[in-house]
């Protein structure tokens, strides 16, 4: 079984690291050649996808590319039977990302999107409140991101929103900005999520609110009850265990929530 990551950049590098420390020997794709001689000569590498997609018997492909290059590439592997995990934003579109899941359950193969923030303790071991009523997220950061707020940062809460709540509606935007306030429902209950770049201080954290107050610091990895009560993080790696999921039991749940979240991203422009 071979694994390749496409675009060795930033992300990128993040998961040549993770391989390393795995014991596997990823191909690396990239189209630029001075990005792949910072790594080692005994690593495969490539500045052609379809190269070394023919040449190479690539298993599982993962995709660190600018956005609008994930689905173009995705395409190019699951079309040879190739499972994919692109980066978020899958796509700029939700039509875009809705053909390329259909494409790969015509081939037999899975279409996944990273959702990283899944993976942290606070998220794994949360224990939801009875009779929940309201749910604030807070995603604010002192650095700037890529696309902007939404797709950067609100992206992580919404699919945390979607794994834990199932599907969501966003009922009224607030742009600031550097700074943009989501309101809206999910299937028990109202939310509010605030992101921001460029913020005097970092803000990770949800509150849940129910028969008791639940805060989740995602920053500090922790959950705190209003008894009192602080469960710690476990300490484990979110990218490995993401990839090793991928690898072992790789599943279209989570192009489903991007699929939700893309098409109520759309909703927002087409109000605007």
Do not use: C
């Not at 992300?11 to 040549?16: D, H, N, Q, R, V």
């Not at 939801?128 to 604030?136: A, S, T």
């Not at 742009?175 to 992101?195: C, W």
Request: net charge negative.
């Amino acid at each position: 079984m071979k694994v390749a990551i496409v675009g060795t950049g930033n992300m990128g590098s993040k998961y040549i690291k993770k391989f390393e420390i795995m014991g596997l020997d990823p191909i690396l794709i990239d189209i630029d050649e001075n990005q792949l001689s910072q790594y080692p000569d005994s690593l495969k590498k490539y500045t052609d996808l379809k190269e070394a997609l023919e040449k190479e018997k690539i298993g599982y492909m993962f995709v660190a590319t600018a956005p609008q290059h994930h689905i173009p590439i995705a395409i190019e592997g699951l079309k040879r039977g190739v499972n994919v995990m692109v980066e978020k934003p899958p796509a700029l579109s939700p039509n875009q990302l809705e053909e390329a899941i259909e494409l790969a359950h015509k081939n037999n193969t899975v279409l996944a999107v990273s959702e990283i923030e899944l993976r942290a303790s606070s998220i794994r071991n949360l224990s939801l409140p009875k009779g929940i009523h309201k749910v604030e997220g807070y995603r604010l950061n002192k650095g700037r991101g890529y696309i902007n707020p939404l797709y950067d940062l609100a992206w992580h809460d919404l699919y945390i929103l979607g794994y834990l709540f199932g599907q969501f509606k966003i009922k009224d935007v607030k742009d600031e900005g550097d700074k943009v306030s989501l309101e809206g429902e999910t299937e028990v209950s109202d939310f509010f999520i605030q992101v921001a770049w460029s913020n005097p201080t970092v803000r990770r954290e949800w509150i849940i609110q129910g028969d008791k107050t639940v805060r989740v610091d995602l920053h500090q990895d922790k959950i705190y009850t209003d008894d009192g009560k602080v469960l710690e993080g476990d300490g484990k790696d979110k990218l490995e265990m993401m990839i090793n999921q991928f690898i072992q039991s790789p599943s279209f749940e989570s192009s489903y929530r991007a699929l939700n979240i893309l098409r109520e991203f759309e909703k927002i422009n087409l109000k605007g």
